[in-house]
């Protein structure tokens, strides 16, 4: 579809020789908005086909906002966004390719700590250590209905670590928004920051 919006662009670089990959939300042929990623090689020549994201389960609902990191040294990264999934409201998919831009694995879902239902949005994503691990880190309604932070570790091999929930300082029922992440050091660790209602009933970080 070469007439409908394409909005929200992202870029990295990805292994050592120059490549690089864009993705981006752009209405389909259906009519709603999906996710594409494109590889193009150091002299800027498209490398592969444009590959078209959907969120599982459902293909005619909004997919937005995407996010994007290489992992590890041999030119593999990893595409997260939030969509429309088979429920009805938001959550956010994740999605590893090789290094030649081809899907790797399954798309994968997540979701706010216990409860499935709400919206998960503002997915951001980085490479952590030097094997290929990464992590994505979201703002998701929570049990108590306000907005809290959630953070999930992907390991090289696609396993995953648990679902950690973060809340501002003396309160758990305001809204935690807009997380920011980075990777510290060598060995695997990362830092996150985002913004929330606070005891006092303002916004900090």
């Known amino acids: 579809k070469t007439n409908g919006s394409d909005l929200y662009p992202q870029i990295t670089a ?28 150091a002299d800027g020549a498209t490398s592969g086909a444009t590959v078209q994201l959907e969120a599982l389960g459902k293909t005619n609902g909004s997919d937005l906002y995407p996010q994007i990191t290489a992992v590890g040294t041999d030119g593999a990264f990893v595409v997260t966004w939030y969509g429309a999934d088979s429920a009805g409201d938001n959550s956010i998919f994740v999605q590893k390719f090789t290094a030649d831009g081809a899907t790797s694995g399954a798309t994968v879902q997540l979701e706010a700590l216990g409860k499935t239902d709400g919206t998960d949005y503002q997915p951001q994503i980085t490479a ?22 959630f953070v999930r570790k992907f390991n090289a091999d696609g396993s995953t670590n648990d679902t950690v929930q973060l809340e501002a300082l003396g309160t758990t029922t305001g809204d935690d928004n807009v997380p920011q992440i980075t990777a510290v050091g060598t060995d695997g660790a990362f830092v996150v920051t985002w913004y929330g209602a606070d005891s006092a009933g303002d916004n900090s970080i």
């Open 14 to 41: 990805v292994g050592t020789d120059g490549g690089f990959v864009v993705t981006w939300s752009g209405v389909d042929s259906a009519g709603d908005n999906s996710i594409f990623v494109q590889k193009f090689t």
């Open 128 to 149: 952590v250590g030097t094997d290929g691990a990464f992590v994505v880190t979201w703002s998701g309604v929570d049990t108590v209905g306000d907005y809290s932070i």
